[in-house]
């Protein structure tokens, strides 16, 4: 069974820092584009990164660029996201999300190109 488990969400006080973890198991994840995606209360879910299967190509939301950093481990089937400097705004759920190709396509944000998705994990900034 394909399963993607978020971990690595909390509370952090503003201008703080993050690492969340997305470790899939029934799959090999080195193969898969993986995305990350956030929703917060009553607003429409936002991309937030694409890291390609090899983790050469990244792709980030303006929003987080010079902020947030997608890595990953190919030999642990984890992919992270390291979050710097976090704003109040930054708060929501955060899903990471395994595409459908080994490349993040120009749309990649739209969200269309992934399939499996995690449970997501909750990330607030609040002093």
């Known amino acids: 069974q394909l399963q993607l488990v978020e971990s690595g969400g909390g509370l952090v006080q503003p201008g703080g820092s993050l690492r969340l973890s997305c470790a899939a198991s029934?799959?090999?994840?080195?193969?898969?584009?993986i995305g990350w995606f956030r929703q917060a209360p009553g607003k429409e879910r936002e991309g937030v990164s694409c890291?390609?299967?090899?983790?050469?190509?990244?792709n980030y939301a303006d929003s987080v660029k010079g902020r947030f950093t997608a890595s990953r481990d190919n030999a642990k089937n984890t992919v992270y996201l390291q979050m710097n400097s976090l704003k109040p705004e930054d708060t929501a759920i955060y899903y990471c999300?395994?595409?459908?190709?080994?490349?993040?396509?120009?749309?990649?944000?739209?969200?269309?190109?992934?399939?499996?998705w995690g449970q997501g994990t909750q990330v607030t900034v609040s002093s």
């Open positions: 029934g799959f090999t994840l080195g193969t898969y584009a």
């Open positions: 890291i390609s299967s090899t983790g050469g190509r990244k």
């Open positions: 999300t395994a595409s459908r190709n080994y490349y993040c396509s120009a749309y990649w944000d739209e969200g269309s190109e992934f399939g499996s």
